[in-house]
């Protein structure tokens, strides 16, 4: 693009920013300024009054108590297991979401019953129903609990991988479950690449093996990235998970309370966010390594 | 199944049968079993007689269905003051209003921060991913005092505003802008558009599954979500139907509660059903006909 007058870019700025100011507004009201009151209060000792809430800045020492309350201790271990859940379950779904949603792409018969089916679990996976589903054992396959498989994966593995992966076999149709809209995202996807395409690849001589690897994947590649950030954001801001509980549990909690329990929220942010990195910078790594071959 | 693919570009389901079909189906069928699971148990659970409900592990299919459970929800229903229809009036109301609003909000938002260059554009961008990955339950005492400080504690609207600018709906959107051919929309400049008929006449068209799902999914916090009428909201007749089915399984013992419990969360999922069959088709009609290859 050439260099464009200065008339010209205060029009585009005008344009955009009243595109995005209603947003920008609810946005800077409901959750960037409550996350920063909440910041400060990770720096404070907050007690609830009757009169109001009473605040006393103590710098850091709420994320000192973290790292050295039992309270604390039993969150930093229930961010570990999460981030081991995570190695787990985000390749899992991934791959199962492509899977599903490259058959969902074939022509065949009921094709629409079945992808209404597939995206059915975004009403249960998010609602309170998978709660109680949860709570009742019902997202459980007792098969899987009865077959000694549970027994097996405790005797062959240490104990800190033992646990993620019992847990994912017992969850696996939890699993199912959560990939709804990333088999959504996947399905439109495909539905942008050519069908004649496939046709030129198989006159080629391509089998359906390279056509998915060179023809579909490619096509797949970002969305494979907004599928991993979905997934882990899913899952991370789930209300069953532990470390939220801990959040929820210590925020009217008498010897904690509500600026711990904000230092606490933060540490799981700052512990997300890494997550987060770690993964982008995985893919990126991966994706480079396929363009070099 | 190819010689067909010309003339059934843009449909679902294709018309005829063929046994080339029967591998996906295979594959497909026994995990759509799995997907069904959840749906199965939330409507045989409503109807299970008490000793049903302490099965251990639960079961799926109910044995003696009865109606008990409703019934006993209903005389409950009876002995509070305020009727049935106004909490369940004030929730319709509320979700509408989320729906309406939080669609165009964020779909104005995604089309500026996808398709429009202005300044600032990168830093909102990056802004909303990394507020993606802070857990709203953190933010729930900063948020009361800004809505005590606008003076909206006890308005109707503080049922509204909250979900309005959420990151998550926001994220999913642009990702399917991002999906619309740049060529496309100057093509469309090119012939004279201006950038609110761009947004209307070719964002919004092509990114309505994005949008279905959107509606799906905040159609589901907000009409479950009986926060804001907990945290934000004195007045009685000002709550919603989702605070309202939660106090009465709430306050009844547990045991006959949790049939109670189970036919609430029958009622409280079922407009969740019918917003999804209503919207399902929209959600996975395409975005095959976007125009440009």
Same mark, same amino acid.
């Given at each position: 693009?050439?260099?464009?007058?200065?008339?010209?870019?205060?029009?585009?700025?005008?344009?955009?920013?009243?595109?995005? !100011?209603?947003?920008?507004?609810?946005?800077?009201?409901?959750?960037?300024?409550?996350?920063?009151?909440?910041?400060?209060?990770?720096?404070?000792?907050?007690?609830?009054?009757?009169?109001?809430?009473?605040?006393?800045?103590?710098?850091?020492?709420?994320?000192?108590?973290?790292?050295?309350? =039992?309270?604390?201790?039993?969150?930093?271990?229930?961010?570990?297991?999460?981030?081991? /859940?995570?190695?787990?379950?985000?390749?899992?779904?991934?791959?199962?979401?492509?899977?599903?949603?490259?058959?969902?792409?074939?022509?065949?018969?009921?094709?629409?019953?079945?992808?209404?089916?597939?995206?059915?679990?975004?009403?249960?996976?998010?609602?309170?129903?998978?709660?109680?589903?949860?709570?009742?054992?019902?997202?459980?396959?007792?098969?899987? /609990?009865?077959?000694?498989?549970?027994?097996?994966?405790?005797?062959?593995?240490?104990?800190?991988?033992?646990?993620?992966?019992?847990?994912?076999?017992?969850?696996?149709?939890?699993?199912?479950?959560?990939?709804?809209?990333?088999?959504?995202?996947?399905?439109?996807?495909?539905?942008?690449?050519?069908?004649?395409?496939? /046709? =030129?690849?198989?006159?080629?001589?391509?089998?359906?093996?390279?056509?998915?690897?060179?023809?579909?994947?490619?096509?797949?590649?970002?969305?494979?990235?907004?599928?991993?950030?979905?997934?882990?954001?899913?899952?991370?801001?789930? !209300?069953?998970?532990? =470390?939220?509980?801990?959040?929820?549990?210590?925020?009217?909690?008498?010897?904690?309370?509500?600026?711990?329990?904000?230092?606490?929220?933060?540490?799981?942010?700052?512990?997300?966010?890494?997550?987060?990195?770690?993964?982008?910078? =995985?893919?990126?790594?991966?994706?480079?390594?396929?363009?070099?071959? | 199944?190819?010689?067909?693919?010309?003339?059934?570009?843009?449909?679902?389901?294709?018309?005829?049968?063929?046994?080339?079909?029967?591998?996906?189906?295979?594959?497909?069928?026994?995990?759509?079993?799995?997907?069904?699971?959840?749906?199965?148990?939330?409507?045989?659970?409503?109807?299970?007689?008490?000793?049903?409900?302490?099965?251990?592990?639960?079961?799926?299919?109910?044995?003696?269905?009865?109606?008990?459970?409703?019934?006993?929800?209903?005389? +409950?229903? *009876?002995?509070?003051?305020?009727?049935?229809?106004?909490?369940?009036?004030?929730? +319709?109301? $509320?979700?509408?209003?989320?729906?309406?609003?939080?669609?165009?909000?964020?779909?104005?938002?995604?089309?500026?921060?996808?398709?429009?260059?202005?300044?600032?554009?990168?830093?909102?961008?990056?802004?909303?991913?990394?507020?993606?990955?802070?857990?709203?339950?953190? $933010?729930?005492?900063?948020?009361?005092?800004?809505?005590?400080?606008?003076?909206?504690?006890?308005?109707?609207?503080?049922?509204?505003?909250?979900?309005?600018?959420?990151? $998550?709906?926001?994220?999913?959107?642009?990702?399917? +802008?991002?999906?619309?051919?740049?060529?496309?929309?100057?093509?469309?400049?090119?012939?004279?558009?201006?950038?609110?008929?761009?947004?209307?006449?070719?964002?919004?068209?092509?990114?309505?599954?994005?949008?279905?799902?959107?509606?799906?999914?905040?159609?589901?916090?907000?009409?479950?979500?009986?926060?804001?009428?907990?945290?934000?909201?004195?007045?009685?007749?000002?709550?919603?139907?989702?605070?309202?089915?939660?106090?009465?399984?709430?306050?009844?013992?547990?045991?006959? *509660?949790? *049939?109670?419990?189970?036919?609430?969360?029958?009622?409280?999922?079922?407009?969740?059903?019918?917003?999804?069959?209503?919207?399902?088709?929209?959600?996975?009609?395409?975005?095959?006909?976007?125009?440009?290859?």
């Amino acid at each position: 693009m050439t260099k464009k007058p200065m008339k010209r870019n205060l029009r585009n700025n005008l344009v955009g920013w009243s595109f995005l !100011s209603i947003w920008a507004i609810g946005f800077i009201l409901f959750m960037a300024y409550p996350l920063i009151l909440s910041f400060y209060y990770s720096l404070s000792k907050v007690t609830l009054s009757g009169e109001g809430i009473i605040v006393d800045f103590i710098w850091f020492e709420n994320y000192r108590q973290i790292f050295s309350s =039992a309270a604390g201790f039993s969150f930093l271990q229930s961010v570990r297991d999460f981030a081991f /859940e995570i190695l787990f379950k985000v390749p899992i779904i991934t791959v199962f979401a492509i899977i599903i949603a490259v058959l969902l792409n074939q022509k065949m018969k009921l094709r629409g019953l079945f992808r209404a089916v597939y995206f059915l679990p975004v009403i249960i996976a998010s609602g309170p129903v998978i709660n109680q589903l949860i709570s009742q054992g019902a997202a459980t396959i007792p098969l899987v /609990e009865e077959s000694g498989l549970i027994d097996l994966i405790n005797s062959t593995f240490t104990e800190s991988l033992a646990k993620p992966i019992a847990n994912i076999f017992s969850e696996l149709i939890v699993i199912l479950w959560v990939s709804g809209v990333q088999i959504l995202v996947f399905i439109a996807a495909l539905q942008k690449i050519d069908r004649s395409t496939y /046709e =030129a690849a198989m006159i080629d001589g391509a089998g359906p093996w390279e056509s998915f690897w060179k023809i579909t994947m490619p096509a797949l590649k970002s969305m494979v990235t907004v599928s991993i950030i979905f997934t882990i954001i899913n899952l991370a801001t789930f !209300s069953e998970n532990d =470390a939220i509980l801990h959040i929820k549990n210590n925020m009217f909690a008498l010897d904690t309370g509500f600026g711990f329990s904000s230092a606490v929220a933060w540490i799981y942010f700052i512990a997300l966010a890494l997550i987060l990195g770690v993964a982008m910078f =995985a893919i990126r790594l991966f994706t480079k390594d396929k363009v070099r071959r | 199944m190819k010689k067909h693919s010309k003339f059934q570009g843009t449909k679902i389901n294709p018309s005829r049968f063929h046994p080339s079909q029967i591998r996906y189906l295979v594959i497909l069928t026994p995990v759509v079993m799995f997907m069904l699971l959840p749906l199965l148990y939330i409507f045989n659970h409503a109807f299970k007689p008490l000793e049903e409900l302490f099965y251990y592990p639960p079961r799926f299919i109910v044995e003696r269905p009865t109606l008990a459970n409703f019934t006993r929800l209903f005389q +409950v229903t *009876g002995t509070s003051g305020i009727p049935m229809s106004r909490y369940f009036f004030n929730s +319709v109301i $509320v979700t509408v209003l989320v729906l309406v609003a939080s669609v165009l909000i964020s779909t104005m938002a995604g089309y500026a921060l996808s398709k429009l260059n202005f300044k600032g554009k990168k830093a909102m961008n990056e802004i909303n991913t990394l507020s993606l990955m802070f857990v709203g339950i953190a $933010v729930t005492i900063p948020r009361y005092l800004i809505v005590e400080q606008l003076g909206l504690i006890d308005n109707f609207f503080v049922h509204v505003l909250p979900y309005l600018a959420v990151p $998550v709906g926001l994220f999913l959107i642009k990702q399917f +802008v991002d999906q619309i051919p740049n060529e496309l929309i100057d093509a469309s400049r090119v012939d004279g558009a201006n950038e609110w008929q761009i947004y209307t006449k070719i964002i919004l068209p092509l990114i309505k599954p994005a949008i279905a799902t959107i509606v799906i999914l905040s159609f589901q916090t907000v009409w479950n979500s009986a926060d804001t009428s907990t945290t934000y909201i004195n007045n009685d007749l000002l709550k919603t139907f989702a605070f309202y089915m939660n106090t009465l399984t709430a306050n009844t013992n547990a045991v006959a *509660g949790q *049939g109670m419990a189970a036919a609430a969360s029958l009622i409280m999922f079922l407009p969740n059903l019918i917003i999804f069959i209503v919207m399902q088709s929209k959600v996975m009609d395409t975005m095959a006909h976007s125009g440009i290859k």
